[in-house]
């Protein structure tokens, strides 16, 4: 076992994993509690799809022109679902963000249709590259995510009023369409630079299950992030220690354990609340 924790790759893969599960967790108690959970999946798709496109355009090499491709897209989604909250009265935004993904996905799909490289490609944007990553890469990403939690944490306030309560921020006079584009604005900004490291569905599973777990702990906003952030770290070392030993692939086998120990947490809270009603 420490043989493994001194493998230049699975150190580099376990850094980005925690690097990834820090910032992902925080955006995730916003989303649970908006109840938008399938929105990280859609910005991650128009993310991959603008991926596709670069490879389409010859920019697959391109690491600069293939981001801001797929930061563009992100952006694009960004700005409808921000337009869309609060004016969807009849249809609930989950619809519309749904429609969104599958749409993207499947312009994915025709998009590497005619490339030579696509299966690989369309394979990459889904369970991503944690073992090969470059640590110069993950170095600068963990920049980016501390400036985008710097931003979050200097305009705590208006986020988390747009989150818990947005009637009553806009009748206090938010511009909640502007808060909502900056908060998806910078959602978006970590979902595009996190999908080319991990794929679509592990970013989608430490967006989410983290937070459920921190949520599930306690409703107070500090102790569900203190419980989501070990809850995160934790499954990630023990997903990637499983991967190295069984040779399976490091998104899938992490995605797996941050289920599973979310279903332990569950029957262990489960147990120690009925003992304390007891």
């Known amino acids: 076992m420490t043989d493994v924790l001194q493998l230049p790759f699975f150190q580099s893969a376990?850094?980005?994993?925690l690097v990834l599960a820090g910032i992902h967790a925080y955006l995730g108690f916003h989303i649970v509690r908006r109840g938008v959970l399938f929105v990280d999946l859609a910005l991650a798709q128009m993310a991959a799809l603008g991926v596709a496109m670069g490879v389409v355009l010859g920019?697959?090499?391109?690491?600069?022109?293939?981001?801001?491709?797929?930061?563009?897209?992100?952006?694009?989604?960004?700005?409808?679902?921000?337009?869309?909250r609060g004016r969807s009265?009849?249809?609930?935004?989950?619809?519309?963000?749904?429609?969104?993904?599958?749409?993207?996905?499947?312009?994915?799909?025709?998009?590497?249709?005619?490339?030579?490289?696509?299966?690989?490609h369309l394979k990459e944007t889904l369970v991503g590259s944690l073992f090969?990553?470059?640590?110069?890469?993950?170095?600068?990403?963990?920049?980016?995510?501390?400036v985008v939690g710097a931003v979050h944490f200097f305009?705590?306030?208006?986020?988390?009023?747009?989150?818990?309560?947005?009637?009553?921020?806009?009748?206090r006079g938010r511009r909640v369409f502007l808060w909502d584009f900056l908060f998806y604005a910078t959602f978006g900004l970590v979902v595009t630079s996190s999908v080319q490291i991990a794929g679509?569905?592990?970013?989608?599973?430490?967006?989410?299950?983290?937070?459920?777990?921190?949520?599930?702990?306690?409703?107070?906003?500090?102790?569900?992030l203190i419980v989501g952030w070990g809850f995160g770290f934790v499954?990630?070392?023990?997903?990637?220690?499983?991967?190295?030993?069984?040779?399976?692939?490091?998104?899938?086998?992490?995605?797996?354990?941050?289920?599973?120990?979310?279903?332990?947490?569950?029957l262990?809270?489960?147990?120690?609340?009925?003992?304390?009603?007891a």
Not at 200 to 224: D, E, K
């Open 14 to 17: 376990a850094i980005a994993a």
């Open 59 to 84: 920019r697959e090499h391109d690491e600069v022109g293939s981001y801001l491709l797929a930061l563009g897209m992100t952006f694009v989604g960004a700005a409808l679902f921000a337009w869309l």
């Open 89 to 120: 009265k009849q249809v609930p935004l989950e619809a519309f963000i749904g429609i969104v993904f599958a749409t993207a996905q499947a312009a994915v799909f025709l998009v590497l249709e005619k490339s030579p490289a696509g299966p690989e």
């Open 132 to 146: 090969t990553v470059d640590p110069g890469h993950i170095a600068r990403v963990a920049v980016l995510y501390a």
């Open 155 to 171: 305009l705590r306030k208006p986020f988390f009023e747009i989150t818990n309560d947005p009637e009553g921020a806009r009748a």
């Open 200 to 224: 679509v569905l592990l970013v989608f599973g430490f967006l989410v299950i983290p937070a459920v777990a921190g949520l599930m702990a306690s409703s107070r906003t500090g102790i569900a």
């Open 235 to 266: 499954a990630s070392v023990l997903g990637l220690l499983a991967s190295v030993q069984w040779d399976m692939p490091a998104a899938p086998s992490i995605l797996v354990t941050l289920s599973f120990l979310l279903l332990v947490v569950g």
């Open 268 to 277: 262990s809270l489960g147990v120690v609340r009925r003992g304390h009603r």
